[in-house]
Nanobody, 125 residues
């Protein structure tokens, strides 16, 4: 059974940092890309970052160098370090898995195979 479990969200002030974790079970990161998406109230789910099975990485333009994605294959964990957070980063952050996913898979959340339950990130003073 495939499970993705996000953690690490919370409430921070503008300029603060958080580290999101995605614990993956039931599949191998050797064959799956892991993507981070986010969804704010009233908005569509949008791609933030991903790391492929070949360790290629992608960041959305709005990241502007503030976020870093990484993974630990031995622990089946993927992380998203969020720095210099802005109020507009407020959203529920989800991790998704796609078998043999590529950078191009970030075009739409609809092509991703599995999802976690999400973790809330709130940036507010």
């Amino acid at each position: 059974q495939v499970q993705l479990v996000e953690s690490g969200g919370g409430r921070v002030q503008p300029g603060g940092s958080l580290r999101l974790s995605c614990e993956v079970s039931g599949l191998s990161l050797d064959y799956y890309a892991i993507g981070w998406f986010r969804q704010a109230p009233g908005r569509d789910r949008e791609g933030v970052s991903c790391i492929t099975s070949d360790a290629d990485t992608y960041y959305a333009d709005f990241v502007e160098g503030r976020f870093t994605i990484s993974r630990d294959n031995a622990q089946n964990m993927v992380y998203l370090q969020l720095n210099s957070l802005k109020p507009e980063d407020t959203a529920v952050y989800y991790c998704g898995a796609r078998r043999f996913g590529t950078i191009g898979s970030m075009v739409s959340h609809l092509v991703w195979d599995y999802w976690g339950q999400g973790t809330q990130v709130t940036v507010s003073s």
